[in-house]
């Protein structure tokens, strides 16, 4: 597999299995894990904002097709949470990986509460959970936590493979 956007789609079919399956039986605190979404983010704080934007659309059509949300609206809010990751070296001059597990965290949960956002911006009716403060802490940890798992597996999918 020579493309990094190959890898991608493929692991990336492999986290929307998870997601659509067992993420979305198993919700502790009536939240359900964004495995995607922090997967997008992680491209982000890794590969900058360019690849991680790119990541981020790719994988948000993918969430997409499974979605009952117009086409579009996941790629949108994930490709701009994967760009407002990829800032994180214009904040934090040589990043570590636990300042990547922050920024994964932080920037996964401001994602997700960016989707009823974009539902009311297209009329879709989106409000926000009535335990968003609930909804916010447990995406922080869990998006926290879970980074480090998901850092090798977007190094792996992203590398730059050499040509020829």
Known sequence: ???????LVLVSLILLGLQTTLLNDVRPFDVMLPVMLLFAVTAGTLYGSEIGA???????????CVLSMPLGLASLV????????GLL??????????TRAITIGVV????????PVAQ????????FPPH?????????V????????????CRWALKESPVG
């Open 120 to 127: 009311s911006m297209v009329g879709f009716g989106g409000h």
């Open 142 to 153: 869990s998006g926290m936590s879970i980074a480090p798992l998901l850092l090798p597996v």
């Open 132 to 140: 968003v403060v609930v909804v916010v802490v447990f995406l922080v």
């Open 54 to 64: 790119t990541a981020g659309l790719i994988i948000g059509v993918m969430y997409d």
């Open 78 to 85: 994930f490709g701009a949470a994967a760009y407002a990751a």
């Open 1 to 7: 597999m020579a493309s990094r956007w190959t890898r």
């Open 89 to 98: 070296p214009f904040f934090v001059r040589e990043p570590t990986w636990w």
């Open 108 to 115: 996964g949960a401001v994602g997700e509460l960016a989707f």
